[in-house]
């Protein structure tokens, strides 16, 4: 989907720091952070992610080519894959290994891998490792550092050696697919609001007002319901919109139906999303600002960054929080105002 189509406007860094446009979601995001501060919707999801992970992703999509998941929703922008330095040369020491175990063409693999990678945020890791994941193997030392800075609850790996030192979990496919279905839904209740025909304009407007007045448990009703209505609405949207015309009472009632099944369905799937990383006080400054960026749709500046700190009782200067970033290795500029995690 082209950037375009959507109209979200785009903000003065069109680029990362690995010279990729951001994905059509990241601007979406970002377009509503701003009247959404407080929710969980319209959201970047983060997670760190170990080599074995997509190996074997890598490996299932030369097997099922637009089947698999987590490779999709990475390109698409609605999860960022943030992996440690040594992971990248992982894959590239072991593909070829994996293809000949499982059947797969290594070729394809590679060609695969080469569209995957400049969508895989890699962070290198901080000047000093803390105490609390010095004893894991010195091979999974590097995720380990970074489980420990966004959250073990958020890192996925098949390596048993992390999940029982409690520094990862097993690839969730759940989770993928939670990220995958919440994320289009959120996407096409966006395109939905666009629609200007008519009923449909009044009774998606009439919604727009409800979600301002809503609160977050009624902003997820509505995301989902309107997520809903598009998946059949468009197919028959003439017939729709002179049911509308004819009794906007009836009309309401339908989306009173739709939101009360969809509401059901956005909870259940919503309990797989990955968990937002906790930013608080007792965090170091390097860690609160991680978290921050982490599921930041675009680069910040410190005086955003800061801003962001606020909404979760976090309070630093405009000078601190440069400091920090310019002392650690896990942020990269982007441009002579902008920071971001990882490249």
């Known amino acids: 989907m082209s950037i375009a189509s959507g109209s979200v406007p785009a903000r003065d860094r069109r680029h990362w720091?690995?010279?990729?446009?951001?994905?059509?979601?990241?601007?979406?995001?970002?377009?509503?952070?701003?009247?959404?501060?407080?929710?969980?919707?319209?959201?970047i999801r983060a997670v760190v992610v170990d080599a074995d992970v997509l190996l074997k992703e890598i490996a299932a999509e030369v097997k099922r080519p637009g089947q698999v998941v987590l490779y999709a929703a990475t390109r698409l922008g609605l999860l960022r894959v943030y992996v440690a330095k040594s992971v990248p040369y992982?894959?590239?020491?072991?593909?070829?290994?994996?293809?000949?175990?499982?059947?797969?063409?290594?070729?394809?693999a590679r060609a695969i891998w080469a569209g995957w990678r400049p969508f895989i945020r890699v962070i290198t890791p901080?000047?000093?490792?803390?105490?609390?994941?010095?004893?894991?193997?010195l091979s999974d030392l590097p995720t380990a550092a970074l489980a420990h800075m966004l959250g073990s609850d958020l890192?996925?790996?098949?390596?048993?050696?992390?999940?029982?030192?409690?520094?990862?979990?097993?690839?969730?496919?759940?989770?993928?697919?939670?990220v995958r279905d919440v994320g289009t839904a959120e996407t096409n209740v966006h395109l939905t609001l666009r629609i200007s025909s008519g009923s449909l304009e009044g009774l998606f407007d009439l919604a727009r007002r409800g979600w301002i007045a809503g609160g977050p448990a009624g902003?997820?009703?509505?995301?989902?319901?309107?997520?809903?209505l598009l998946g059949y609405g468009l197919a028959r949207?003439?017939?729709?919109?002179?049911?509308?015309?004819?009794?906007?009472?009836?009309?309401?009632?339908?989306?009173?139906?739709?939101?009360?099944?969809?509401?059901?369905?956005?909870?259940?799937v919503s309990k797989d999303l990955p968990p937002t990383p906790v930013i608080e006080m007792t965090l170091s400054?390097?860690?609160?600002?991680?978290?921050?960026?982490?599921?930041?749709?675009?680069?910040?500046?410190?005086?955003?960054?800061?801003?962001?700190?606020?909404?979760?009782?976090v309070k630093l200067t405009n000078d601190e929080v440069r400091l920090t970033l310019e002392s650690s290795p896990v942020f990269v500029c982007v441009g002579r105002w902008y920071w971001q995690l990882g490249r």
């Open 90 to 108: 992982e894959v590239d020491r072991n593909l070829e290994r994996v293809c000949s175990e499982t059947g797969r063409d290594y070729a394809t």
């Open 155 to 178: 890192t996925w790996s098949n390596d048993t050696g992390l999940q029982k030192r409690g520094f990862a979990k097993r690839y969730p496919l759940a989770s993928a697919l939670a």
């Open 237 to 268: 949207r003439q017939e729709i919109k002179i049911k509308f015309a004819d009794s906007l009472p009836k009309a309401l009632a339908v989306v009173s139906r739709a939101i009360e099944e969809a509401t059901e369905w956005y909870k259940a």
């Open 126 to 137: 901080p000047t000093v490792i803390p105490a609390e994941v010095r004893h894991a193997p």
């Open 17 to 43: 720091a690995n010279g990729s446009a951001p994905t059509f979601f990241e601007l979406l995001s970002d377009s509503y952070y701003p009247t959404l501060s407080a929710t969980s919707v319209f959201r």
């Open 285 to 313: 400054r390097e860690y609160q600002l991680a978290r921050i960026l982490a599921y930041a749709p675009l680069p910040l500046t410190p005086a955003e960054i800061v801003t962001r700190l606020e909404w979760h009782k």
């Open 219 to 228: 902003q997820l009703a509505i995301v989902a319901a309107l997520g809903v």
